[in-house]
């Protein structure tokens, strides 16, 4: 393998091989390969390598560690580094996610007390039967949700971003000329207009796009039926590589599912669909809190939508598992967020008594559901959606709802969104300022639900064919920035916050891909 990985990079990579299931796999292909008896003992090595290569382990391998590559960032810090500097390496940062935390867990625990009701019960069996025979139509006659609140909403979070501020960075310094206007006053280093053009040169103007040029007007012999003659080629080669960068200009809507798969890495086997229906035996057995919570997001979000509301049921048998999932657990290594304790009755502040909870980790947010329903066009089994549900959301969506430096988060889209607006579009950015309204107050619930709702369904899987393809969440602020540009006309004719609102309230008419393209490629 390439000298610039570090021996410590390489260590946890074959520590991480050796836990998995590929290795196992791999052990009992090449005493298969072994035990031929064309094999001679002095080309043993040569034969078992040979052998795996020709029955295709030699790609299963190198998509392994390919996806290892994707979701593991090469680290420059030495070995002795604290654990905690390798998830957020900035201390101000550190502590506003720590404390942000603390707002979040005491919100949970006044509901409870305020409702007294248990964060976690186990089910009488009656209810236990009842739940499993409705499994499939679990909106029909869910929990009573007439107390139950959302914990926070985007804009709780904004708010807190808001007040974020390095204290060894003085804004006021003639050197130091950040975000001028914008709310996000942080230091971060960003990507400026020309390198992300550079990073997304394969959906410049010139170049043909799936969900522009296989539009129902354009015959599909000029590109559609090429591109999936290519597509279905890429599938049956079965590498995460190539997959991805055939996606770079989106997926067909007949192989976007497998080629989804593909780029995340997941096959799923029968262990897989065991370790799913063990979650189910536990949504089954207890009842948590988070779940009303989601029950009541859903109601909430995709009920009220004309695109969703169908996948109302389906939606549920995805995020109730997802909360029992302590796989989710092993994200927090990469996260500057940290899960969730909570302790016994009676036991609080004794740390033996403590317990994470939810058990995955993650306490959902108002919109959080809508993460999962754009997945629900793709996806008919209920296991390979949560499979792939997962695996987005530990890759990508994680990263949009905790305070981090990194520049996937939430921190560095919102400041980029700003910088490109104020630095293309200052007459339109100083009048929305002007007359009250910042524009990352409208722009950020996008961000941090990666346009999910907000989008027709088309459009947002069009939009995440480029975060998964470019691996990137920067596509985000950039198409919130075009959306501003679009509407400028309209904008700059505003005098107050309600009625920029107004003019940016329904996108569902917009194609993003042209949008993306105006903002990345027209100045």
Not at 348 to 371: D, S
Request: proline letters at 5%; charged letters at 20%; glycine letters at 4%.
């Amino acid at each position: 393998m390439d000298s610039h990985f570090s021996p410590a990079y390489l260590q946890n990579l074959l520590q991480t091989l050796k836990s998995s299931k590929i290795y196992t796999d791999l052990h009992n292909a090449a005493q298969s390969e072994i035990a031929k008896t064309n094999v001679r003992v002095s080309e043993l090595k040569k034969g078992v390598q040979s052998g795996l290569a020709a029955s295709g382990w030699e790609r299963k391998l190198r998509n392994t560690i390919y996806q290892y590559l994707q979701t593991h960032a090469l680290s420059s810090h030495p070995l002795s580094t604290p654990a905690e500097h390798i998830k957020e390496p900035f201390v101000y940062l550190r502590k506003a996610q720590q404390a942000w935390e603390k707002r979040i867990l005491k919100s949970l625990n006044s509901m409870c007390t305020e409702l007294n009701i248990p964060l976690a019960r186990k089910r009488p069996d009656k209810e236990q039967k009842d739940l499993l025979s409705r499994w499939t139509e679990l909106g029909t006659d869910g929990p009573d949700l007439s107390q139950i609140r959302p914990v926070y909403a985007p804009k709780d979070f904004l708010e807190v971003i808001m007040c974020l501020q390095n204290p060894n960075y003085n804004a006021g310094d003639s050197s130091g000329t950040y975000t001028l206007w914008g709310l996000v006053q942080l230091p971060l280093k960003l990507n400026d207009i020309n390198r992300l053009r550079i990073l997304y040169s394969d959906m410049a103007i010139n170049q043909c796009q799936t969900g522009v040029d296989d539009s129902g007007d354009i015959p599909p012999e000029m590109f559609d039926s090429d591109r999936v003659k290519l597509g279905k080629k890429v599938i049956a080669g079965d590498h995460g590589p190539l997959a991805q960068e055939y996606a770079k200009k989106g997926c067909p809507v007949s192989l976007r599912a497998e080629l989804w798969c593909q780029i995340l890495g997941i096959e799923l086997d029968e262990f897989d669909t065991l370790y799913y229906e063990q979650l189910k035996a536990n949504v089954i057995a207890h009842d948590l809190l988070v779940d009303s919570l989601l029950y009541k997001d859903v109601k909430l979000t995709a009920t009220n939508d004309d695109q969703y509301f169908v996948f109302e049921d389906y939606l549920y048998q995805i995020l109730l598992p997802f909360t029992r999932d302590t796989e989710m657990l092993k994200h927090f290594s990469r996260n500057s967020a940290s899960p969730p304790k909570s302790y016994i009755r009676g036991k609080l502040g004794v740390e033996e008594f403590a317990v994470i909870y939810p058990p995955n980790g993650v306490i959902p947010f108002h919109g959080f559901a809508m993460y999962v329903a754009p997945l629900c066009y793709l996806y008919k089994e209920p296991v390979k959606l949560y499979y792939v549900f997962r695996e987005i959301y530990t890759r990508y969506f994680f990263r949009l709802h905790s305070i981090s430096s990194h520049p996937q988060g939430i921190l560095c889209l919102s400041l980029l969104f700003e910088t490109l607006l104020q630095t293309h579009e200052p007459e339109l950015f100083f009048h929305l300022k002007s007359v009250g309204c910042q524009p990352l107050k409208i722009a950020f619930k996008w961000l941090v639900r990666a346009f999910s709702g907000y989008l027709s369904s088309d459009q947002v899987l069009l939009l995440w064919d480029r975060v998964l393809s470019y691996n990137s969440l920067e596509i985000l602020p950039i198409l919130a920035v075009a959306i501003f540009s679009f509407r400028k006309t309209n904008l700059l004719k505003v005098q107050s916050y309600n009625a920029a609102e107004a003019v940016l309230a329904d996108l569902t008419t917009l194609q993003v891909i042209p949008l993306i393209q105006l903002g990345l490629f027209s100045k």
